[in-house]
Nanobody, 124 residues
Framework: QVRVMESGGGLVQAGGSLILSCAAS????????MGWFRQAPGKEREFVAT????????YYGDSVRDRFTISRDNAKNTVYLQMNSLKPEDTAVYYC?????????????????WGQGTQVTVSS
């Protein structure tokens, strides 16, 4: 069983920055790809970013590309999401997810293990 836990959410002003962390345990962290998703009130959960097992490959959703950066530290069993130039429309619950099969995917169905989410609120 893989446990995934997000941290680092909070309230930030528009234009500000925030970094989210996600710790995973249960299997060798470096054996699975990791992803970030978010869900705003009244909307479906959407893809934010994903990173490969080694960290070499990463992909982003259109709305966050060039503002957010996903990274991972396999020695610390942690993946990060650096969020810059935040906008009110980035307000959402952010979820971290792990894919034991290692697909670098934007599709939620590929991710087997999910965290409880962390709230990010961006004020205008």
């Amino acid at each position: 069983q893989v446990r995934v836990m997000e941290s680092g959410g909070g309230l930030v002003q528009a234009g500000g920055s925030l970094i989210l962390s996600c710790a995973a345990s249960g299997r060798t962290f470096s054996s699975y790809s990791m992803g970030w998703f978010r869900q705003a009130p009244g909307k479906e959960r959407e893809f934010v970013a994903t990173i490969s097992r080694s960290g070499i490959n990463s992909y982003y959703g259109d709305s966050v590309r060039d503002r957010f950066t996903i990274s991972r530290d396999n020695a610390k069993n942690t993946v990060y999401l650096q969020m810059n130039s935040l906008k009110p429309e980035d307000t959402a619950v952010y979820y971290c997810a792990a894919d034991p099969d290692g697909y670098v995917s934007r599709y939620q169905a590929h991710y087997e293990y999910w965290g409880q989410g962390t709230q990010v609120t961006v004020s205008s």
